[in-house]
């Protein structure tokens, strides 16, 4: 799922450094790199494939904490949605706050 997600980004934003992160255990930063925002943020972005089941509030805790540890200021998970393959159709789940950096906000705003 991973490489489908980066493919899809990288084909879609016109940005050859996005690529799958290799796993890097207790200090994990998330499963895709090379996302910035309109204001050049890092981005974390994790991805999820549990058959359809989603989790949100653990997977997004485990984005943040990624995020974290990566310096990013916004992350977002992206989950496998059943009944599709296409990158394109799966979902996207984020706090408001990381949204709102995502369309331009200061990442240090309330």
């Known amino acids: 799922m991973e ?4 493919r899809y980004l990288r084909e ?3 940005d050859d450094r996005i690529e799958r992160r290799a796993k890097t255990g207790a200090k994990d930063r998330g499963d895709v790199t090379g996302i910035r925002t ?3 943020h890092r981005v974390v972005i994790e991805v999820k494939d549990y058959g359809g089941r989603l989790l ?7 984005a943040a904490i990624e995020a974290g540890n990566d310096d990013a200021p916004v992350s977002f998970v992206v ?3 059943r009944g599709t393959t296409n990158p394109a159709d799966q979902f996207v789940l984020m706090r408001l706050a990381d949204a709102a950096v995502l ?4 990442p240090d705003g309330p």
């Open 103 to 106: 369309l331009g906000g200061d």
């Open 38 to 40: 309109v204001l050049g």
């Open 12 to 14: 879609r934003l016109g």
């Open 3 to 6: 490489t489908l997600v980066v």
């Open 56 to 62: 949100p509030g653990p997977w997004l805790n485990e």
């Open 79 to 81: 989950a496998k949605r």
